[in-house]
T-cell receptor, first 111, second 115 residues
Framework: GENVEQHPSTLSVQEGDSAVIKCTYS??????FPWYKQELGKRPQLIID?????GEKKDQRIAVTLNKTAKHFSLHITETQPEDSAVYFC??????????FGSGTQLTVLP | SAVISQKPSRDICQRGTSLTIQCQVD?????MFWYRQQPGQSLTLIAT?????????ESGFVIDKFPISRPNLTFSTLTVSNMSPEDSSIYLC????????????FGPGTRLTVL
């Protein structure tokens, strides 16, 4: 089955700096790569996703890059703000199949 | 995005009893899933709820312990049977395939405590 590794497990940045979280996966047939943000006590929220036919996608301060050859993808958050503090999960999947989630990254943005 | 509701939102149960969690999606979706999340941990897939047929369980989860129903394209239930303290966790319903898309959304979760 699919194996997803996520790094780092914790990340602290100063407000205004950038944060990068990386995930690697094992199944070369995977073609869908979403990222979720989970605040304490809340449900995971889909924040951005990318499909295998695209190398990069941006949405305001958030971007995701995908390297299919190397089987890794990354979440980039620029100009971080305290409200970005949360746990972020990457996930990997295929159409009509279940997603496999990474282990999560606790991001703390220090004011 | 799909609106997913779950009930109950939380419960405290006695050892040996069972609890049924309900999940309702506001639109028809292709796939529905049940996850478990321990505090500070990632999401562990329990099973895929199949409409009109038996659920597909992941390794380590069995139907006798976690019976699942999905009578239609918008509703599913998960029962946690013969509970023990080790079953204390957050149980999350999830849905994918709204309007044929890939996006997967989560319900608010049910916080279960077993005494």
């Amino acid at each position: 089955g699919e194996n997803v590794e996520q790094h780092p497990s914790t990340l602290s940045v100063q407000e205004g700096d950038s944060a990068v979280i990386k995930c690697t996966y094992s199944d070369s047939a995977s073609n869908y790569f979403p990222w979720y943000k989970q605040e304490l006590g809340k449900r995971p929220q889909l924040i951005i996703d990318i499909r295998s036919n695209v190398g990069e996608k941006k949405d305001q301060r958030i971007a995701v890059t995908l390297n299919k050859t190397a089987k890794h993808f990354s979440l980039h958050i620029t100009e971080t703000q305290p409200e970005d503090s949360a746990v972020y999960f990457c996930a990997v999947g295929r159409s009509a199949r279940q997603l496999t989630f990474g282990s999560g990254t606790q991001l703390t943005v220090l004011p | 995005s799909a609106v997913i509701s779950q009930k109950p939102s939380r419960d405290i149960c006695q050892r040996g009893t069972s609890l049924t969690i309900q999940c309702q999606v506001d639109s028809q979706v292709t796939m529905m899933f049940w996850y478990r999340q321990q505090p500070g941990q990632s999401l562990t897939l329990i099973a895929t709820a199949n409409q009109g047929s038996e659920a597909t369980y992941e390794s380590g989860f069995v139907i006798d312990k976690f019976p699942i129903s999905r009578p239609n394209l918008t509703f599913s239930t998960l029962t946690v049977s013969n509970m023990s303290p080790e079953d204390s966790s957050i149980y999350l319903c999830s849905a994918r395939g709204l309007a044929g898309g890939n996006e997967q959304f989560f319900g608010p979760g049910t916080r279960l405590t077993v005494l």
